[in-house]
């Protein structure tokens, strides 16, 4: 934080507009309905400002506060994942033609850049760890589009909810590397300012235009002070070992006693940053002279998700669960040199009978 | 990331040139790139063919890698997919992406006795190997080809079988879970014509591919019969959608069946398929 900078809280409706001048679709957390989500932001005014979130297991409840802080409510409902991999989005677009069909291929280059105001840390990572999940051997050409050109203002977090690991799973509260300018928001007495550092070129010529000027040692410190102090607030903790276990376990009681809970709903792959899964679904006109081909989000917690001929490879709820959490927390490794948890506790929080990723791991892990 | 980067979502469209019947619900169909080149394939690998309207589905090669001018693929009708596409014919168009998906190591196994075995419409993604051994024959020892079929009318590719079992340089023995009043061969699961092969189990590398449960007693009965593990590689199938390792679907403990597979050394996988509903 040796080249920080500090502007004012006033400032912040001058980066929206900056932002939306240039051409950005600009997004942040918004309310909408009993939740906070992601979602476009106008002005200042459009942000969840004096609202903060209380989270548990199958629990997520808005509640307001007297308080003048416009980035203090944690993960919300969704992540940046809806809008740089797209819940459901075309490929392409066919027509028939005598015995053959032309295609006409489909593009994100046509859409605004995004840009992402109020990214968390544990939302930061997530799109990191997405990055790399699809910028292999084949990178997918539809999000390596919108994230080269999507521009990220992340903000460290000054509260932790009781759903919240990040600081366990190594994705937070630090902001980590992947954003072009990194908040801290401090609010002091009457002091109500933003520390800032850059992460790329992009993210330093829009600190230029916000008037800012250098921090000062002190505020440096408590801006330190403040993202430390959230640490040790976290209402859960990714148990050491628990992945391993799991891992080392495929065949324990374990795996049946949770599915007994589980609903299968797929909730916790929906609101996941990370989950990556998706179907391919035609579209075709009643004539079946047009046809579209479209992409959607998916759930290993299906039935039809493991189909082959002859019937599903994972027929029951125990396979499914522990298919989804042993991905998260121990073959992404194999897969991808990262975990595939970034402690974010959505999972925890919208399962409707509040199954708990971290109970779980530490569950199995304990009865070794 | 390349500023021209091909969408691997985005099929190539191949035109019908042939269909064969081979059995009351398989078919072979010869496909040629409908905008004209080669398609170039390694035996063991698999393309997503596409139906126009209807949807996508991996399936493997049949042909001959030697033979870059053809597409050739041999299916069973049983989804929506594939049932559309047994009622096409020669002129239709389908849509083709791939190759994807590891061989099988033909040339790996130079030096060795081979040994293939089949179980129903496996023969199929197991017929370029042995179309590739029987091309490099004089860099093998013994060429078993073991298959076994439901009954005497689900016998795969039987013509070309018994031209196999013709040859001085072929050992090809086939069995049939349930014989008919005109069967005289074998009756019986196909692990059961290990024993009966003449291979030298110390200098074997073995081809397996057909039901997975086929797989694992084939594997379980060469390992009984002498032939190392790491001589032993099985084809593995798991729902599919982008066959890239994108979509998620075919994911198999670390494995994504698409790209890490579908041709696995057993011994880099036996725990694995020890695994029930992994």
Excluded at chain 1, 14 to 23: F, T
Excluded at chain 1, 264 to 285: G, Q
Excluded at chain 2, 194 to 212: N, R
Aim: hydrophobic share 40%.
């Amino acid at each position: 934080m040796d080249a920080a900078a500090v502007f004012e809280r006033t400032e912040l409706g001058r980066l929206v507009a900056i932002l939306a001048a240039d051409g950005y679709r600009v997004i942040g957390p918004t309310r909408r309905g009993t939740a906070i989500v992601y979602g476009d932001i106008a002005g200042d005014a459009d942000f969840a400002i004096g609202l903060i979130d209380e989270q548990e297991g199958g629990t997520y409840r808005l509640r307001e506060v007297d308080d003048p802080r416009v980035f203090n409510a944690t993960a919300g409902q969704t992540s940046c994942r809806q809008y740089l991999f797209a819940p459901r989005q075309r490929l392409w677009s066919a027509e028939r033609t005598g015995t053959g069909f032309r295609l006409a291929e489909d593009s994100a280059g046509a859409e605004p850049p995004l840009a992402f105001i109020g990214v968390r840390a544990c939302d930061l990572a997530a799109v990191g760890v997405q990055d790399r999940v699809f910028g292999g051997h084949y990178p997918d050409p539809r999000y390596m589009m919108r994230r080269r050109r999507a521009l990220i203002v992340a903000v460290a977090c000054a509260r932790a909810g009781n759903t919240c690991f990040c600081a366990s799973m190594g994705g937070g509260p630090e902001v980590g590397p992947g954003h072009d300018l990194a908040l801290t928001e401090l609010v002091d007495g009457g002091r109500h300012v933003f520390v800032a550092e850059t992460g790329s070129e992009r993210g330093a010529l829009l600190l230029a235009r916000l008037d800012p000027r250098p921090a000062t040692g002190a505020e440096i410190a408590a801006a330190r002070a403040q993202t430390e102090a959230v640490k040790g607030r976290m209402g859960r903790e990714m148990v050491a070992g628990g992945p391993e276990a799991i891992r080392a376990n495929p065949e324990h009681p374990r795996w049946h006693e949770v599915a007994g809970r589980c609903l299968t709903c797929t909730n916790c792959t929906l609101v996941c940053p990370t989950c990556f899964c998706s179907t391919a679904e035609d579209v075709a006109d009643l004539g079946n002279a047009r046809t579209e081909r479209w992409q959607r989000w998916d759930s290993c917690f299906t039935l039809d998700f493991s189909y082959i001929h002859g019937g599903s490879v994972r027929k029951t709820a125990a396979s499914r669960y522990r298919q989804w959490i042993t991905h998260k927390l121990s073959t992404w490794w194999d897969q991808f040199g990262m975990s595939g948890c970034v402690g974010c506790g959505r999972c925890i929080a919208w399962c409707p009978v509040g199954i708990d990723i971290t109970e779980e791991a530490r569950a199995i892990r304990d009865s070794q | 990331m390349t500023a021209a980067m091909r969408d691997p979502m985005l099929p190539r469209p191949f035109r019908i040139e042939k269909v064969r019947r081979e059995l009351s619900d398989t078919f072979t169909m010869e496909l040629v790139p409908a905008e004209g080149g080669g398609f170039a394939f390694a035996a063991g690998q698999f393309n997503m063919l596409y139906v126009f309207g209807i949807g996508e589905v991996p399936i493997s090669i049949s042909g001959d890698p030697g033979d870059g001018g053809k597409l050739i693929h041999t299916t069973r009708a049983v989804g929506a997919v594939t049932r559309a596409m047994d009622s096409m014919r020669a002129g239709d168009v389908v849509g083709v992406r791939g190759p994807f998906g590891t061989p099988w190591p033909v040339e790996e196994a130079f030096g060795h006795d081979l040994v293939f075995v089949a179980g129903g419409v496996g023969l199929a993604p197991l017929r370029p190997a042995i179309y590739q051994a029987m091309a490099n024959r004089q860099r093998f020892g013994k060429v078993v080809v073991l298959y076994g079929a439901r009954t005497p009318d689900d016998i795969l590719f039987r013509r070309e079988l018994e031209r196999w079992r013709g040859r001085f340089d072929m050992e090809v023995h086939v069995t049939v879970d349930r014989g008919n009043p005109k069967w005289s061969g074998n009756v019986g699961v196909v692990p059961n014509l290990i024993a009966h092969a003449g291979f030298d189990p110390l200098s074997t590398t073995a081809f397996v591919c057909g039901p997975e449960v086929m797989m694992r007693y084939t594997a379980l009965a060469l390992e009984k019969n002498g032939v190392g593990r790491e001589g032993i590689f099985l084809s593995m199938e798991r729902n599919m959608k982008c066959g890239c390792g994108l979509c998620g679907h075919c994911q198999w403990g670390p494995h994504f069946v698409c790209k890490d597979g579908p041709v696995y050394r057993y011994d880099r996988i036996a725990d694995l398929l020890a695994i029930r509903e992994l």
